[in-house]
């Protein structure tokens, strides 16, 4: 219990450290970015009409801190972004916080669901491509999953949104119908959140799947030709309960470990995804933050926001792990 | 008598097969084994062909990709396919139609696109066209066209450009992109896995944790907050190279982790030792004598991960934030579908979509085999 408890807590402060360090990454690029956001807002203002000078370019710079040292604003902005506080967006002038509010938890909440629906799907599958010596079954789950990664996604969302456009007259865009997007949450506004959230879902888990198979399949292939399940099928223990126990068990292991960074993918695809389907979640924001108008402050809160569900995939994956195999608790650094 | 002799000529055969197999080098294994691998062969014989027409692709196009060689007369038009024979008789030279458009009050003002069936237009070979340099070579000569007119086999844009000749300077295009990007994540990769897995210890657990850290981070989010700050005036060039420096970066924490795992197993071997009983330097170790031990590994590591930089550029280019129209790269093609009026009215424009699959599919079908034939206990496992 000790051990384990030693185990969590110098995981926990691994974390925080990867995302203090991941913060100053992208607080660096931000910063990197030509202009900043006193010159950016003033700008905005003087397309409005008003006269602005270098004068007040500096009074505004002083007024939003940024005269200050860069070391001294970054350690503010990561204090504030672990209380979940990002000051407010360069352009839009309101909140970053609450700008992205429940945004950010459906677009997580979304990736998550991929995430489940694609492993679902690639393990039973995976397991039957490594066991299976049907030559025909084996190369058209091997096409299929090529296919996952040839077919990018956006070009996936694009078909089925145009197909059903022509089919069925309704192109199956955004999140929630016209008279629940701005309504409170309600049982009729999670069943129609439902009805709109499955496309998303499954384009999403597409490629992901494809990912999955091949590791489960690669794995599972490693893991089926060890003497142990020799040993474990003379003993007379065989089909799906030897697979389940002895191979599949082992072979999973690594599955839990790499799924924070197969959650990182999902996040790769997200925005494109969300453009196409026009869904309103920290995805397609990101888009417009950055296509539109150049908004370092909310570019940098969204993706702190994303690596952040990374990074606590991450650590849970780990405690996880912990919990089920006594060799990696014991293993804290390595 | 001959029975001796022939078994003499089994012992010389054996020996030499034995012989050839200890002395072949790691790349002429490799070699051996993805031979034997039929899909990955057909992958690469359809990849081979892919960039080698990319390559030649200013020689092989009728047509100047840009605005500059477009067709005026022939917009939004649907493919000609060239035909042998029509009710007017059979020719051994093949032939399309003449096109005309026309608007007028006949037409209540729309553009109608008739077909001359009698006049046909014959494919030449060779002729003189667009100007073009490639490789510093000046050139006009290209592979075919038409002896008056223009012809569109995959059919032609709104703006009337060829899409037989935007393809495949398109492929070129990605292609070089890809092969930048992958260069900078490769230099990149094995400077540092190369330091992190020759010094091990600290070294190796700091630039862990940094290379774990940059992992973590969305790649395609964040340099899309930095791609929306190029600013408008940039050239296509600037772009280009811009686009290609940010998928290096995107790309080099994976290889950089394999360079340092091969580097951890081999740094350890007598021969590194011997070396530096010898005095040698680090960076002359690595570079003379680890880094060779497994450069075709590197060059698998590099083939696999090519795909994946062609994938980012269309998606960057995709959204709008990568290469941009007067440049033809496949993402600034497949960005041209995403109308319905295309799906509707101008199938001809998924024509680049496949090519673009079957680039990525030959690249991942190669890297697979590759994958596999670089495995030194692949056959035992099967």
Redesign the interface.
């Known amino acids: 219990m000790l051990q384990f408890l030693r185990f969590t807590l110098i995981r926990a402060a691994l974390a925080i ?2 995302l203090v ?2 913060s100053f ?2 607080f660096s ?2 910063e990197l ?3 900043d956001c006193a010159e950016r807002y003033l700008a905005f203002k003087s397309s409005q009409g008003s006269v602005i000078t270098l004068a007040d370019i500096d009074i505004e710079r002083v007024r939003l801190g940024l005269d200050r040292p860069y070391l001294e604003r970054w350690i503010k902005w990561i204090f504030n972004a672990f209380q979940g506080e990002f000051g407010d967006s360069c352009i839009l002038r309101l909140n970053i916080a609450e700008l992205l509010g429940q945004k950010v938890w459906l677009s997580i909440g979304i990736s998550l669901a991929s995430l489940v629906l694609a492993y679902s799907i690639a393990i039973p599958v995976g397991i039957i491509a490594a066991t299976s010596r049907n030559p025909f079954l084996n ?1 058209s789950l091997r096409l299929v999953s ?2 996952g ?4 996604n ?2 996936l969302a ?1 078909m089925i949104m ?1 197909f059903s ?2 089919m069925f007259g309704n192109s199956l865009t955004g999140l929630f119908s016209k008279e629940f997007r701005d309504a409170a949450w309600s049982y009729d506004k999670v069943i129609d959140f439902l009805q709109h959230v499955w496309l998303p879902v499954f384009i999403l888990g597409w490629s992901a799947t494809a990912f999955a198979i091949q590791t489960v399949r690669a794995l599972m ?2 893991e089926i ?1 060890k003497l142990y399940v020799t040993a474990a099928s003379a003993r007379g223990v065989s089909g799906r309960r030897l697979l389940m126990r002895y191979p599949a068990r082992h072979a999973l292991t690594p599955i839990i470990n790499s799924l ?2 197969d959650l ?1 993918r999902i ?6 995804v969300a ?2 389907l026009t869904l309103t979640e920290a ?1 397609s924001l ?2 417009e933050a ?2 539109r108008s ?1 908004d ?1 402050q909310l ?2 809160a ?2 702190f926001f ?2 952040a569900a ?2 606590g995939i ?1 650590f849970l994956t780990d405690i996880i792990l912990a919990l089920t195999d006594p060799r990696v608790r014991r293993s804290i650094l390595g | 008598m001959t029975d001796t002799a022939d078994k003499n000529f089994d012992a010389n055969v054996d020996q030499k097969s034995k012989e050839a197999y200890f002395t072949a080098g790691q790349g002429q294994l490799i070699w051996t084994r993805f031979k034997k691998q039929r899909a990955a062969m057909i992958g690469a014989l359809v990849l081979g062909m892919l960039i080698f027409s990319g390559l030649i692709a200013p020689f092989m196009t009728p047509y100047d990709p840009t605005i500059a060689g477009r067709d005026k007369a022939y917009l939004n038009g649907q493919p000609q396919v060239p035909k042998f024979w029509d009710e007017n008789g059979f020719s051994a030279r093949p032939f399309i139609y003449t096109y005309s458009r026309e608007r007028s009050i006949k037409t209540n003002f729309r553009w109608i696109t008739t077909i001359d069936r009698d006049a046909r237009r014959y494919l030449t070979f060779l002729p003189k066209g667009d100007k073009y340099t490639f490789f510093g070579i000046k050139g006009e000569t290209h592979l075919f066209g038409v002896d008056k007119g223009y012809v569109h086999l995959f059919g032609t844009d709104s703006t009337g450009k060829d899409i037989f000749s935007r393809t495949f300077y398109a492929i070129n295009t990605s292609l070089a992109v890809g092969t930048i990007g992958v260069f900078i994540a490769f230099v990149m990769a094995l400077m540092i896995g190369g330091v992190s897995g020759y010094y091990g210890g600290w070294v190796d657990s700091v630039l862990q944790m940094i290379t774990d850290a940059v992992r973590t981070v969305p790649a395609i989010p964040l340099f899309m907050a930095l791609a929306a700050f190029i600013p408008d005036t940039w050239s296509a060039e600037e772009r280009f190279f811009f686009i290609s420096m940010i998928l290096g970066f995107i790309g080099w924490p994976t290889l950089a982790r394999r360079v340092r795992t091969h580097l951890l197993t081999e740094r350890n071997q007598e021969y590194v030792l011997a070396a530096q009983l010898c005095g040698a330097s680090a960076g002359h170790v690595i570079r003379k004598h680890l880094l060779p031990s497994f450069t075709s590994y590197i060059i698998v590591d590099l083939i696999i991960s090519f795909p994946y930089m062609v994938l980012s550029e269309t998606a960057l280019s995709f959204i709008g934030l990568g290469l941009k129209d007067p440049v033809n790269s496949l993402g600034v093609m497949l960005q041209n579908v995403t109308s319905a009026d295309v799906l509707l009215n101008y199938q001809w424009y998924f024509i680049p979509v496949i090519f673009f699959i079957t680039l990525v599919m030959a690249f991942v079908f190669v890297g697979d085999g590759l994958r596999d034939a670089a495995d030194p206990y692949g056959d035992t496992k099967k």
Do not use: R
Not at chain 1, 149 to 152: G, H, I, S
Not at chain 1, 267 to 272: H, T
């Open positions: 450290f990867t360090l991941v990454i992208v690029l931000m970015v030509p202009g190369n090529y296919m990664l040839a077919l990018p956006f070009l694009l145009l456009t022509v292939s490693d030709g924070g960074f990182n996040f790769n695809e997200l925005p494109i453009l196409i995805g990101l888009i950055l296509a150049n370092q570019a940098g969204i993706i994303l690596t990374i990074v991450n």
